[in-house]
Nanobody, 121 residues
């Protein structure tokens, strides 16, 4: 099956940086748009960012724009989310998935385990 595995999460201090990785197996992620999503306890899952397959265009939620950067390395079959200036409200489980379209919460396939990001002092 097509599979995406998230990694790179962990505890960080406010203002710190962290890079999440989304590694693909079973398919070439270069053919697909890949999105990052997150969900905090008591909140709905939200779209964080997305990168297209064709021209590399990107989408960012207003809450992270200017702080997060999404990128892809097709040679490594991996999509990254570089997070900077982290805030406590960024605390969540982060997931990557293939979206129906960039900016949509609808995804193709099932959700994985995700990776926990905890921003606190």
């Amino acid at each position: 099956q097509l599979q995406l595995v998230e990694s790179g999460g962990g505890p960080v201090q406010p203002g710190g940086s962290l890079r999440l990785s989304c590694a693909a197996s079973g398919f070439n992620l270069g053919y697909y748009a890949i999105g990052w999503f997150r969900q905090a306890p008591g909140k709905e899952r939200e779209v964080v960012s997305c990168i297209s397959s064709s021209d590399g265009s990107t989408y960012y939620a207003d809450s992270v724009k200017g702080r997060f950067t999404i990128s892809r390395d097709n040679a490594k079959n991996t999509v990254y989310l570089q997070m900077a200036s982290l805030k406590p409200e960024d605390t969540a489980v982060y997931y990557c998935a293939r979206p129906s379209r960039c900016g949509s919460k609808s995804v193709i396939g099932s959700w994985g385990q995700g990776t926990q990001v905890t921003v606190s002092s």
